[in-house]
């Protein structure tokens, strides 16, 4: 269970990250 958490939170870190990238490339 900790690990599927841990696996869902770097998951959601990861597109964070890329909603940010993304937004740094259209400005």
Do not use: M, P, W
């Not at 900790?2 to 597109?15: F, I, M, N, Q, S």
């Not at 909603?19 to 259209?26: F, L, P, R």
Request: glycine share 4%; hydrophobic share 35%; charged share 20%.
């Amino acid at each position: 269970a900790v690990r599927a958490a841990a696996a869902d939170c770097v998951e959601r870190l990861y597109k964070l990250g890329c909603h940010i990238n993304t937004s740094s490339k259209q400005n």
